[in-house]
């Protein structure tokens, strides 16, 4: 099992950048794919961005594409996500997540239903 604690959301005006941390327990986190999650009130939780066990591979919703960049430091157990030039609309309790890769295969979900492990979520508020 691996717990995740996400931090570094807040109130921020619009344009402006955020740097989101997802922590992971254990010593395995190299063995899990990852990814962030967003749910705005009366809204379902949605995709926002996926990286690879290694890092290599990133994915991101067309949403945020070219805004925010994902990233992972697997020594520290440590996911992040860059995000810049906010918008109200990416206001939203921020997840992250993670899947345990098996049988070798190196996949990277992009849906939550796939996901084993999620944190408490990290409130982000972008002002107009």
């Known amino acids: 099992q691996v717990q995740l604690v996400e931090s570094g959301g807040g109130l921020v005006q619009a344009g402006g950048s955020l740097r989101l941390s997802c922590a992971a327990s254990?010593?395995?986190?190299?063995?899990?794919?990852m990814g962030w999650f967003r749910q705005a009130p009366g809204k379902e939780r949605e995709f926002v961005s996926a990286i690879s066990w290694s890092g290599y591979s990133t994915y991101y919703a067309d949403s945020v594409k070219g805004r925010f960049t994902i990233s992972r430091d697997n020594a520290k157990n440590t996911m992040y996500l860059q995000m810049n030039s906010l918008k109200p609309e990416d206001t939203a309790v921020y997840y992250c997540?993670?899947?345990?890769?098996?049988?070798?295969?190196?996949?990277?979900?992009?849906?939550?239903?796939?996901?084993?492990?999620w944190g408490q979520g990290t409130q982000v508020t972008v002002s107009s």
């Open positions: 997540a993670a899947h345990q890769l098996s049988g070798g295969r190196p996949y990277t979900p992009r849906t939550q239903y796939e996901y084993d492990y």
């Open positions: 254990g010593r395995t986190f190299s063995t899990y794919a």
